[in-house]
């Protein structure tokens, strides 16, 4: 479960996959999560200790730094992870986040947070396994196999290389290298191996897990999740006939995000459910728009599908469009990022799917439309 603790800042690398805003309620959902996946045989992973809630960088462009006081970050950002970790979670993923009231170095190779804060103070007795060693904020910095030998001293038992594959070959040649000459601690690498085996001969997954029942409560959460962030003009549900439906092309960003039967999958699944409407694709990445002026200005009401426009030029720039030309004949969905209802002018109606998931995207349309 990713236990972070969400603010009011928009935080691009965290978004919607936070529990929210209150950390007893987060900390409660990402215990039941844990022993959910845990009582099936499926190890959790709680990240990104200490908490990246309040970061304001994404760690996969750049470094963030958290400037909290340690109490005050206690009492709301460490919370749930205590939770966590009283509910037995097997594993805990570090984050690449500075935080000066802890230690000066990001927490991936602090040994005072690594050890001091989460193994003696939190007392926990699990496997500690690292971020992703190729995002932005540490390989602007080290090179991957520097960065794998700081994580390793650092109190870590696994070390995530995700992407790059000289640099897995350098840092294990680094590594042995460095055992060779005496520079790792043997006694702790052999701690590491203990807690590997431990976590690989305590779990075993359901052999028929009921797919039909998980898919029915996955439904139940989405439609749980729907909501109007704000009434515009717009009144809901929407006529089909006479609507344009407007697309994110996915496929811009498949190789930044998964999506559940591949890129094409959610569009696929949308045209299904729009029939009677006009379906159009906007931009993510780029930010030409084609003919949708002129498409937007014979349209009688807009439905958009908006994939976080803080963070994708794409996105702004055909929110923009619709602020200033159609606002009062739009309902916003957002089903990437909840932050994104602060770019939608007054009369222009949002709906919060908070998911862009299939189940998500099928719940926020069956809000949003005339059956």
């Given at each position: 479960?990713?236990?972070?603790?969400?603010?009011?800042?928009?935080?691009?690398?965290?978004?919607?996959?936070?529990?929210?805003?209150?950390p007893?309620?987060?900390?409660?959902?990402?215990?039941?999560?844990?022993?959910?996946?845990?009582?099936?045989?499926?190890?959790?992973?709680?990240?990104?200790?200490?908490?990246?809630?309040?970061?304001?960088?994404?760690?996969?462009?750049?470094?963030?730094?958290?400037?909290?006081?340690?109490?005050?970050?206690?009492?709301?950002?460490?919370?749930?992870?205590?939770?966590?970790?009283?509910?037995?979670?097997?594993?805990?993923?570090?984050?690449?986040?500075?935080?000066?009231?802890?230690?000066?170095?990001?927490?991936?190779?602090s040994?005072?947070?690594?050890?001091?804060?989460?193994?003696?103070?939190?007392?926990?007795?699990?496997l500690?396994?690292?971020?992703?060693?190729?995002?932005?904020?540490?390989?602007?910095?080290?090179?991957?196999?520097?960065?794998?030998?700081?994580?390793?001293d650092?109190?870590?038992?696994?070390?995530?290389?995700?992407?790059?594959?000289?640099?897995?070959?350098?840092?294990?040649?680094?590594?042995?290298?460095?055992?060779?000459?005496?520079?790792?601690?043997?006694?702790?690498?052999?701690?590491?191996?203990?807690?590997?085996?431990?976590?690989?001969?305590?779990?075993k997954?359901?052999?028929?897990?009921?797919?039909?029942?998980?898919?029915?409560?996955?439904?139940?959460?989405?439609?749980?999740?729907?909501?109007?962030?704000?009434?515009?003009?717009?009144?809901?549900?929407?006529?089909?006939?006479?609507?344009?439906?407007?697309?994110?092309?996915?496929?811009?960003?498949?190789?930044?995000?998964t999506?559940?039967?591949?890129?094409?999958?959610?569009?696929?699944?949308?045209?299904?459910?729009?029939?009677?409407?006009?379906?159009?694709?906007?931009?993510?990445?780029?930010?030409?728009?084609?003919?949708?002026?002129e498409?937007?200005?014979?349209?009688?009401?807009?439905?958009?599908?908006?994939?976080?426009?803080?963070?994708?030029?794409?996105?702004?720039?055909?929110?923009?469009?619709?602020?200033?030309?159609?606002?009062?004949?739009?309902?916003?969905?957002?089903?990437?990022?909840?932050?994104?209802?602060?770019?939608?002018?007054?009369?222009?109606?949002?709906?919060?799917?908070?998911?862009?998931?299939?189940?998500?995207?099928?719940?926020?349309l069956?809000?949003?439309?005339?059956k």
């Amino acid at each position: 479960p990713v236990l972070d603790v969400a603010t009011d800042v928009y935080n691009p690398g965290i978004g919607i996959r936070s529990f929210g805003t209150d950390p007893a309620l987060a900390g409660r959902l990402g215990a039941a999560f844990t022993r959910g996946l845990q009582d099936h045989g499926v190890s959790a992973c709680a990240k990104h200790f200490p908490g990246k809630g309040a970061a304001t960088v994404d760690a996969h462009v750049d470094l963030p730094t958290i400037e909290l006081p340690r109490s005050s970050f206690a009492r709301t950002h460490l919370l749930p992870f205590r939770a966590a970790v009283r509910a037995g979670v097997d594993a805990v993923m570090t984050s690449h986040v500075r935080f000066p009231a802890f230690d000066k170095v990001p927490a991936t190779f602090s040994r005072k947070i690594v050890h001091g804060v989460l193994r003696q103070e939190l007392g926990y007795g699990g496997l500690v396994v690292s971020d992703d060693l190729c995002m932005g904020a540490v390989t602007k910095r080290w090179p991957v196999a520097q960065a794998t030998m700081m994580c390793l001293d650092s109190g870590h038992d696994v070390l995530m290389i995700a992407h790059d594959l000289q640099g897995m070959r350098d840092a294990v040649d680094l590594l042995r290298e460095s055992a060779g000459a005496g520079f790792v601690d043997e006694a702790a690498v052999g701690a590491a191996d203990a807690r590997i085996a431990d976590l690989l001969h305590r779990r075993k997954a359901d052999e028929r897990a009921d797919l039909k029942e998980g898919l029915k409560l996955a439904q139940i959460i989405a439609d749980k999740a729907v909501s109007v962030a704000r009434q515009g003009k717009t009144r809901l549900p929407v006529a089909r006939k006479g609507t344009l439906v407007l697309v994110p092309d996915f496929r811009q960003v498949k190789e930044r995000f998964t999506f559940e039967g591949g890129p094409a999958a959610p569009e696929e699944l949308i045209r299904r459910l729009t029939k009677g409407c006009t379906v159009t694709r906007t931009p993510i990445e780029t930010t030409d728009l084609g003919r949708l002026t002129e498409t937007v200005d014979s349209t009688k009401n807009i439905v958009c599908l908006c994939f976080e426009a803080r963070r994708f030029p794409g996105q702004a720039a055909v929110l923009k469009l619709l602020s200033r030309k159609a606002a009062g004949r739009t309902t916003a969905v957002l089903i990437r990022s909840s932050w994104d209802s602060d770019l939608c002018p007054e009369d222009m109606t949002v709906v919060d799917a908070r998911g862009y998931r299939l189940v998500s995207l099928e719940a926020c349309l069956r809000r949003v439309l005339e059956k």
